[in-house]
């Protein structure tokens, strides 16, 4: 009993002097509040509405808004606007950490859910909410699953009039730019031939370094583009699409990330 006072005395002092303590506190707080949000948030989507329903990520979102300021995080959005489009489209965005899950539910339109890899769906109380909420997901191994899901994906966008958001770079990045993109978000995009709108995360580097053991307070900027038309587009233009896509949303990020640089200062203990 006194190994655990001690211990429980111990955690506000490390939480003042160590940063690679708070880098792993803060870490494993973030997983566990969300597995019981999901815990809390499971039978209010089946009670809801009876089991999978893209209308269950408006629980999720309201859920999961606060999750922020235990963290120290906050959100700028900008291009709000680019947002109220009637219909069906494709939302695109970098792809840095699990903590984008934060910015995603800051702004998560109405009726829209996201693509994500299989893998999410085993990961416990979080898995099943995100089943719940209608989550797409996807074998990235498997290329031909992958594409097979999102011909089905884009039937189901039109039919059900959601949205659907992408990260394009296909796996989590914080290298200080953005990864080639994967083409399916804008092959889903040209087979329904709706708009896509890409939304840029700045950089998290001035207070999260994974490889440093760094997690201090920030502010995220959210920067909305604007819609990319897809109508009159066939096959043959996913690759300049996604090329435009690409270059302004990689001129976005280094915009925003100097900007989020100077607000959010030097890094430090």
């Known amino acids: 009993m006194d190994a655990f006072w001690m211990l429980l005395l111990l955690i506000p002092v490390l939480l003042w002097t160590s940063s690679t303590f708070i880098f792993y506190f803060k870490k494993c707080f973030y997983v566990a509040w969300m ?25 999720i979102r309201s859920l999961v808004r606060h999750v922020k300021y235990f963290l120290g995080l906050r959100f700028e959005v900008s291009g709000w606007e680019h947002l109220q489009t009637e219909g069906p489209y494709v939302i695109i965005s970098n792809h840095q950490s699990s903590l984008d899950v934060l910015g995603l539910m800051e702004i998560l339109p109405d009726r829209c ?3 994500a890899k299989k893998e999410l769906v085993y990961a416990g109380t979080v898995g099943i909410v995100c089943w719940l909420g209608g989550i797409i997901f996807i074998n990235r191994k498997k290329t031909s699953d992958a594409k097979s899901v999102m011909v089905d994906a884009a039937k189901t966008m039109l039919d059900e009039q959601i949205r659907l958001w992408v990260f394009p770079e296909g796996t989590r990045n914080q290298k200080g730019d ?3 993109f994967k083409k399916g978000a804008f092959h889903l995009a040209i087979q329904a031939q709706v708009p896509i709108i890409p939304i840029v995360f700045s950089s998290y580097s001035n207070f999260y370094l994974r490889k440093e053991k760094q997690f201090k307070s920030g502010t995220i900027t959210l920067k909305v583009l604007p819609k990319i038309e897809t109508k009159g587009m066939t096959t043959d233009d996913v690759a300049d699409l996604s090329d ?12 925003i990330s100097g900007s989020a640089s100077q607000s959010n200062g030097p890094l430090g203990h």
């Open 113 to 115: 859910t996201m693509i």
């Open 178 to 180: 953005l990864l080639p």
């Open 35 to 59: 597995m019981c949000l999901a815990v809390l948030a499971i039978p209010i989507c089946i009670l809801k509405s009876g089991g999978r329903d893209i209308e269950n990520m408006r629980v």
């Open 244 to 255: 435009k896509s690409y270059n302004a949303m990689r001129s976005a990020f280094m915009e």
